[in-house]
């Protein structure tokens, strides 16, 4: 039998030298060597007799290790949002993996781990400067971009539907034909979509937006209401303010049940937008409520006043609440929403009869998961470690980084800092909040622009489209970014880039 004793202390050890590392000295990606060996070195059969944890062990440090990025690791990363795991939020994610907990079913009597899911949501909406009392139901989930998506548009399906139901109800005369008793539907949970659409007359759910993220039209795929349900009402195509005639328009349209979802900083500018029911998308806008309310903050606050009137709230953690892969949130007003849509009937072995009562309700109830790994543990452990001074200081950091560089893009004569409206010192100081959107001026220079930054392993950005031209975009989330440091540090490795480029091009 193959040896499956724990792995060696030295594992550990590796583990700590590797996170103790400087950020500064750490390459971004791997080499190309290792990566080919690291792939070559896959087992590519199942063992009949294992090759116990001390070869394991080895393969994983030797092999898999070096070939990931340090996408968490790193304060040079800015792909797509990306935070790193405090110091805090690593030891909790240690003792989750070590105990295993299956956060799912509120069992007080047994262990605390739902307890601490409640504590840690309650600590969040008070990080966020939200009225705890007012928003009494709130669960982690796997991630705001699929998971929270989900769960808002079903909150909004059920609110909207189920309340066209019911107006119905109050005025007719007449019942529908249908083989259900009309009297008898009364929420989609229950009876469906398409028989309570028919019972309420209406022919769609439209969902209201603007500059949507990709994630909500996958979300409205999952819930039934389709990609194609998702409309625009911007100004423009490129703005991120809503046609406030026209959304007006479309709700009073009587064939239609309407959701209202608000992106609370829209993902390639990081820029905020100042009879339905409203969902706020906010992966990382949310965090700027921390933000002092200084002069040179006032723009992006202004950008999250009224949240408290949404009637649900999605957002990620491990983005700039810096905890690990994978941790969304989502808050609702209404209490016992979720559970309409997710609750798990007729489960008898989920019945714990004489067990302790309070008001904590069980997780599988009020998400798409019935065995939930217990991620609120680093949530709690980062948020009590630092609490609201530190993650004040920690986003301002990561503004104070975003705007440095952002003003070496709008001087330098090679490059445009996107929109255009911010293409200032003024518009800097005002709007940039931790993202960084620009493109260089001459096309052959901008279609290599990130491949080019990204090959140097010193920084890493993401490659976008700006008004159908390719953009490089830079996200500010990890914990670890120091403004003046991480900004020379991104100058350089563009300088760099843009003098190779010059060379090449025999341009002086």
Known sequence: MADTRVPPRRTQEQTLDIISESSNERSILPNTANLERAHSSLVGSLPDKGLGIEWTTNHLWQDIVPALNGQSLSSNYYGFVTGGVTPAARVGENIVSAFDQNAAVHLPDQTVATSVEDSALKLLLDLLNFDIAAWPTRTLTTGRATASNILGLACGREYTVNEAVRRKRQRASRPTGLDIEESNVETVGEHGLLTACQVAGINNVQ????????????????????????????????????????????????????????????????????????????AFGLFARLLDRKPEFHAIHRGTEGLEVADSIAGDSHKLLNVPYDCGFFFSRHSGRLQEVFQNPNASYLNFDGMKRDTVESPLNMGLENSRRFRALPVYATLISYGRHGYREMIERQVMFARKVALFFSQNPHFDLLPELINNSAGIDQYIYIVVLFRAKDDNLNTMLVSSINKTSRAYVSGTTWQGRPACRIAAANWQIEPARDAEKVVRVVEDVLKDWKQNQNIN
Not at 234 to 262: C, G, W, Y
């Open 207 to 282: 969902i209201l937006t603007t500059m949507p993220h990709s994630s909500l039209r996958k979300a409205a795929s999952v819930v039934g209401l389709g990609r194609s349900c998702v409309r625009e009402v911007s100004l423009s195509s490129q703005s991120i303010a809503f046609d406030l005639d026209r959304l007006e328009e479309e709700l009073k349209n009587p064939a239609s049940a309407s959701i209202v979802v608000i992106s609370c900083a829209e993902v390639n500018t990081g820029l905020f937008a100042t009879g339905s029911y409203d969902d706020v998308h906010a």
